[in-house]
T-cell receptor
Framework: KQEVTQIPAALSVPEGENLVLNCSFTDSAIYNLQWFRQDPGKGLTSLLLIQSSQREQTSGRLNASLDKSSGRSTLYIAASQPGDSATYLCAVSTAWKVSSNTGKLIFGQGTTLQVKP | GAVVSQHPSRVICKSGTSVKIECRSLDFQATTMFWYRQFPKQSLMLMATSNEGSKATYEQGVEKDKFLINHASLTLSTLTVTSAHPEDSSFYIC????????????FGEGSWLTVV
């Protein structure tokens, strides 16, 4: 059974710092991995999606890496800003099979980030 | 980009009544949609996979008769919480799979259900 773990559960940093969020998963047979942002009481915003064949993806100040063999992914946030404060969720998609209902996302518990001005 | 709309965003209902939440893909067809539940300060837990034109596939521990899912068209899935109880109060969020954009998953904004 796939399990996704995120460390740390909470993180507080001063503005301007670079930081790394960690995600690990137990089954390397994944289709892709996504990082999401969730603001309190809101839905999910997809930040980065890494296909299983890829090593990393970048978008602005965000960089996500994937090491499928070791079951790890990191989300690197450069020059953090107070507006980055949110909960960051990592989710893996199971290997896709047309004939089944796979492709569902298994989420980690999230890392709640606070960036202080 | 693709949009998934959920309605209502917030609903309060009395114990024992039923409430329906809609999930619509606005500019793409979604043969598969997913329903998740999120308790406060916890992560999202998949409840069921909704397939257009067929029965939903429920995750272990999710009551089929309590959480009715209907996916009657390629753009609409509904979740009906039947005989709601206060412990059903939660954040329900759906996602839809866009077959024609590399199976990208798009999430709705979520629906807050409070049962009083």
């Amino acid at each position: 059974k796939q399990e996704v773990t995120q460390i740390p559960a909470a993180l507080s940093v001063p503005e301007g710092e670079n930081l790394v969020l960690n995600c690990s998963f137990t089954d390397s047979a994944i289709y892709n991995l996504q990082w999401f942002r969730q603001d309190p009481g809101k839905g999910l915003t997809s930040l980065l999606l890494i296909q299983s064949s890829q090593r990393e993806q970048t978008s602005g100040r965000l960089n996500a890496s994937l090491d499928k063999s070791s079951g790890r992914s990191t989300l690197y946030i450069a020059a953090s800003q107070p507006g980055d404060s949110a909960t960051y969720l990592c989710a893996v998609s199971t290997a896709w099979k047309v004939s089944s209902n796979t492709g569902k996302l298994i989420f980690g518990q999230g890392t709640t980030l606070q960036v202080k001005p | 980009g693709a949009v998934v709309s959920q309605h209502p965003s917030r609903v309060i209902c009395k114990s024992g009544t039923s409430v329906k939440i809609e999930c619509r893909s606005l500019d793409f067809q979604a043969t598969t949609m997913f329903w998740y539940r999120q308790f406060p300060k916890q992560s999202l837990m998949l409840m069921a996979t909704s397939n257009e034109g067929s029965k939903a596939t429920y995750e272990q521990g999710v009551e089929k008769d309590k959480f009715l899912i209907n996916h009657a068209s390629l753009t609409l899935s509904t979740l009906t919480v039947t005989s709601a109880h206060p412990e059903d109060s939660s954040f329900y969020i759906c996602s839809a799979r866009d077959l024609f954009s590399g199976n990208t998953i798009y999430f709705g904004e979520g629906s807050w259900l409070t049962v009083v």
